[in-house]
């Protein structure tokens, strides 16, 4: 299995809604990531998991909740978001952080997320 | 700052001729990693292709080959014999960091028009 898994693919909420954004992995990497993409826009990092603890969070508002239950697993919590929140949010995973291969990272399709 | 800079926001090329995306990229880092990855419309980003700075020899991968001037900060993309599965928006990447603690940056793109 070579591929990042996302669900949902769409997702529209409002703003007094509680829903989570899913990414799974089993290719063994104990890196995984969670970017953000407005259209037309580059990624933009939001977080970075290390062997399941956060080791970066890019001054993310808290309304968003990462999560990392086990090395296969990533998810991100919304509540309270805004409208200008709507964006693509992108997965990613790469390798053990530190060996050659951590420096390939490896994205999902994505969910796109609408905010009323 | 590390900074990704494609100054091309938009390219053309016919089918079967070759094009080049062009990169410039700042750091103070002397250890780091640069990418192209492609996305097409289905918003799955792909890599296409990874230098890594301490290798004077430019990568390749078929079609695809980079040019890579350390001293330039520079690092090209050239597409040769283009195919209509080459139309995608085009993201120049620089990682750097290490031990959990690595960072991809992206570049604002160059959407890639593939004409038959």
């Known amino acids: 299995d070579t591929e990042v898994t996302q669900t949902p693919k769409h997702l529209v909420m409002g703003m007094t809604n509680k829903k989570s954004l899913k990414c799974e992995q089993h290719m063994g990497h104990r890196a995984m990531y969670w970017y953000k993409q407005k259209a037309k826009k580059p990624p933009e990092l939001m977080f970075v998991y290390s062997y399941e603890k956060l080791s970066i969070n890019e001054s993310v508002p808290s309304r968003f909740s990462p999560e990392c239950p086990n090395s296969s697993l990533l998810n991100l919590h919304l509540h309270a978001l805004q409208p200008e929140d709507s964006a693509l949010y992108l997965c990613a995973s790469s390798q053990d952080p530190g060996s050659s291969g951590a420096n390939v990272l490896t994205f999902g399709a994505g969910s796109r997320l609408t905010v009323l | 700052a590390q900074t990704v800079t494609q100054s091309q926001p938009e390219m053309s090329v016919q089918e079967a001729e070759t094009v080049t995306l062009s990169c410039t990229y700042d750091?103070?880092?002397?250890?780091?990693?640069l990418f192209w990855y492609k996305q097409p419309p289905s918003r799955q980003m792909i890599l296409v292709i990874r230098?890594?700075?301490?290798k004077q020899q430019n990568a390749t991968e078929n079609r695809f080959s980079v040019n890579f001037q350390k001293a330039a900060k520079s690092f090209s993309l050239k597409i040769s014999d283009s195919q209509l599965g080459d139309a995608a928006m085009y993201f120049c990447?620089?990682?750097w960091g290490q031990g959990g603690s690595e960072k991809l940056v992206f570049g604002k793109g160059t959407k890639l028009t593939v004409n038959p």
């Open positions: 990447a620089y990682r």
């Open positions: 750091t103070s880092e002397s250890d780091y990693y």
């Open positions: 230098q890594e700075a301490y």
